[in-house]
């Protein structure tokens, strides 16, 4: 099983500042990466699939990188609306793990 | 407009068998290429994948799972349904079905409402 392990757990900041939140692999998963948003209450929203790419809708705010074990995923300047909760999850085989979550909450 | 909606008991007793349908519409899982997976999310923790089954019937488990869960469709009903024997209080979660399609099908782009499960006596 491959284990993604998210950093930090939470992260505060302001309105208009600059979220870097990052996403480590136990093991290679080449660029099988994606970012979700959750909301309290509600599912689980994508917002970057294959490391860089933004899903259907989603800001350009937002931003993906990374390959093989190491990946990041940038807000510009955050909106009041971007505060939630972030995971990443693998599709590198069939066996999908989730991060643990970085809560991204106002300084 | 593509939806998913899960139902099943909101409560159930431990070692009972715990039974979840996804119902959804805008899609068919006749199409080459779509899945659908069921995922939980513990309250206040992490999302963990459960199960997949795709367009052609191949059925994919967590291997942590895998003895408890069973997966099937009925596309005559755009139906997915999930049972998961042997329940137990670590169990209790809100239990989300969601979409995935394409090359890369991985990942899921459409997701339930989820439906909140607990398991207490």
């Known amino acids: 099983e491959i284990v993604l392990t998210q950093s930090p757990a939470t992260l505060s900041l302001s309105p208009g500042e600059r979220a870097t939140l990052s996403c480590r692999a136990s093991q290679s998963v080449s660029t099988y990466l994606a970012w979700y948003q959750q909301k309290p209450g509600q599912a689980p929203r994508l917002l970057i699939y294959?490391?860089?790419n933004r899903a259907t809708g989603i800001p350009a705010r937002f931003s993906g990188s990374g390959s093989g074990t190491d990946f990041t995923l940038t807000i510009s300047s955050l909106e009041p609306e971007d505060f939630a909760v972030y995971y990443c999850?693998?599709?590198?085989?069939?066996?999908?793990?989730f991060g643990q979550g970085t809560k991204l909450e106002i300084k | 407009q593509v939806t998913l909606k899960e139902s099943g008991p909101a409560l159930v007793k431990p070692t009972q068998t715990l039974t979840l349908t996804c119902t959804f519409s805008g899609f068919s899982l006749n199409t080459t290429a779509m899945r659908v997976s069921w995922i939980r999310q513990p309250p206040g923790k992490a999302l963990e994948w459960l199960a997949r089954?795709?367009?052609?019937?191949?059925?994919f488990y967590s291997t942590s799972l895998k003895t408890r869960l069973t997966i099937s469709k009925d596309t005559s009903k755009n139906q997915v349904v999930l049972t998961m024997t042997n329940m137990d209080p670590v169990d209790t979660a809100t239990y989300y079905c969601?979409?995935?399609?394409?090359?890369?099908?991985?990942?899921?782009?459409?997701w339930g409402q989820g439906t909140l499960v607990t398991v207490s006596s």
């Open positions: 969601a979409r995935s399609y394409g090359a890369s099908g991985g990942y899921f782009d459409y």
């Open positions: 089954i795709d367009w052609d019937d191949d059925k």
């Open positions: 294959d490391a860089s």
């Open positions: 999850q693998q599709r590198r085989n069939w066996m999908y793990t």
